[in-house]
């Protein structure tokens, strides 16, 4: 697993994680899969809000790569800086999304983000007050019962951002009808993730979800 993250994160951090190739048409890449689960990672290099640059969410997309290869899941991540998808009202990503659920079926999204957290939650599930899960409260009640499995302190952050419809999970839930959650990290647990312990408890967490989930 470790070597596999480290190699996985390359194409991200090229060009000090403004993607692959600066002349590159490839905005975004896809991974097909078996299983209708889409993870997703846009922030998994730097990206444009506003008239800032927001640094990347780094091991974000690595970790998407990785559950997709493991769990035999779609995946989408953003491969070259460009306008924030989860903020900007167009996007080509968020379209994106939104076509592979409808083309291949999809039947839950998981939006994989990372952040500097105040407390020591190690995980965080956004959910604008469950409206984006579509009545799958299961998902939530599954999460947080592996979560203590694995020893790890899941929180519910559930005050909608301004401009949700925006969002990645707002969007995709709205339009396509499928329960969407975004599910942050907590940075820590993203440093030396090759060697970090909370992370690989996250990645087998995020597995037997993935693998264990009914539709």
Not at 38 to 51: E, K, M, Q, Y
Not at 81 to 107: C, F, Q, R
Not at 150 to 170: H, R, V
Request: proline letters at 3%; a negative charge.
């Amino acid at each position: 697993m470790k070597n596999d993250i480290y190699n996985f994160e390359n194409d991200f951090s090229n060009n000090g994680y403004y993607g692959t190739n600066l002349w590159t048409e490839e905005k975004y890449r896809v991974l097909s899969g078996i299983k209708p689960v889409l993870i997703s990672a846009p922030h998994a290099v730097n990206h444009f809000r506003d008239d800032d640059i927001r640094d990347a969410e780094k091991f974000t997309g690595a970790l998407t790569r990785y559950l997709s290869y493991s769990t035999s899941s779609y995946a989408i991540f953003q491969m070259f800086t460009h306008a924030d998808p989860n903020t900007d009202k167009e996007s080509l990503y968020k379209n994106a999304i939104i076509n592979l659920v409808e083309s291949y079926d999809i039947k839950l999204l998981i939006d994989i983000h990372s952040s500097t957290f105040k407390d020591d939650t190690d995980l965080d599930l956004v959910s604008h007050l469950h409206e984006t899960l579509c009545g799958h409260e299961e998902i939530v009640s599954k999460l947080k019962l592996l979560s203590n499995k694995y020893g790890l302190k899941i929180d519910e952050n559930n005050n909608p951002n301004p401009e949700k419809e925006n969002e990645i999970i707002a969007s995709t839930s709205l339009v396509c009808g499928i329960p969407s959650i975004r599910i942050v990290i907590n940075n820590k647990n993203m440093v030396s993730p090759g060697d970090n312990m909370k992370f690989k408890k996250i990645c087998a967490m995020l597995e037997e979800f993935i693998n264990t989930i009914k539709f």
